[in-house]
């Protein structure tokens, strides 16, 4: 993302004009929306999340968001996916409110090849991350046609368009808020052809040969530039990083340096055979 193009060159003193930011991409042959609209007996809502359970993904702003949501709207349903540390604070959450325990589904760990499984029996996706780069999760639920809810955080608002996602802070009350409005307002609500719509556009602008052609392209003007080999470039290069992880880097570059000299002299270039 370009946020993380602007962390990179700030932390190592990078210029940005080198760093080019290159998406993830996504097999929209496995992420699809269902081919037929889910027949329905009920009003129920489903709201899927699938992650692992670690801290940086915000369980613990999830199990504040869930009891609001489901104490508003009987007919809301949540489906969690996923494993790690912090499912606990999801049993927690269970033993506190009972009325919990026929209206949340948690799966455990699923494997990858079921996701999509997963994804197409839901409405609406909510991720409640604390720190993201890009998020590939959320692109591939809005490939499989699901509204996404997610926390405005790193990379994210730059994956989906405003039409098919809502952010929110990283805040249980805002986030509740956010999938409250769109439960309420319907959004999530879009027919089997604008699934598709949506799809056809993710397609286009997340396929691996445009992903592989964007990166091919890089690797060709890297071939192309002139590269500096004169060792005091490099040294100047790595002691402008900072005060005193610079003056570390230089010393290391100087003993490698020194290493590269000797074993040239020991063993030089010409006597070397080709592979």
């Not at 079921?114 to 692109?139: Q, Y």
């Not at 405005?152 to 986030?175: F, H, K, N, Q, W």
């Not at 990083?241 to 570059?253: D, E, Q, S």
């Amino acid at each position: 993302s370009h946020i993380c193009k602007e962390n990179l060159a700030l932390r190592a003193c990078i210029n940005p004009d080198l760093i080019h930011v290159i998406p993830n991409a996504v097999d929209t042959t496995k992420f699809r929306p269902p081919q037929q609209a889910m027949q329905s007996h009920s009003d129920i809502i489903n709201v899927v999340i699938i992650t692992r359970m670690a801290f940086r993904k915000g369980i613990h702003l999830a199990v504040k968001v869930i009891p609001v949501i489901c104490a508003k709207y009987e007919h809301v349903h949540f489906i969690i996916g996923g494993d790690g540390p912090t499912k606990s604070l999801l049993h927690a959450m269970l033993a506190e409110y009972e009325f919990l325990r026929d209206r949340v589904e948690l799966l455990g760990a699923v494997p990858h090849i079921r996701v999509r499984d997963v994804l197409i029996r839901g409405h609406i996706f909510l991720n409640c991350s604390l720190t993201e780069s890009f998020c590939i999760a959320i692109l591939e639920a809005a490939c499989c046609g699901l509204y996404v809810v997610a926390t405005d955080v790193g990379g994210v608002r730059e994956v989906l368009p405003s039409y098919m996602c809502s952010l929110c802070a990283l805040d249980p009350t805002d986030i509740a808020q956010k999938l409250d409005d769109v439960i309420r307002c319907k959004k999530y609500n879009s027919d089997l052809k604008t699934r598709y719509e949506w799809y056809a556009f993710l397609r286009n602008a997340y396929s691996w040969q445009s992903v592989a052609m964007r990166t091919e392209q890089v690797y060709l003007k890297a071939l192309q530039t002139t590269k500096e080999t004169n060792v005091l470039y490099r040294m100047k290069k790595y002691y402008d990083i900072g005060p005193l992880l610079g003056k570390v880097l230089v010393l290391l570059v100087l003993i490698d340096w020194l290493l590269l000299q000797f074993w040239q002299w020991v063993f030089p270039e010409q006597s070397i055979e080709k592979a």
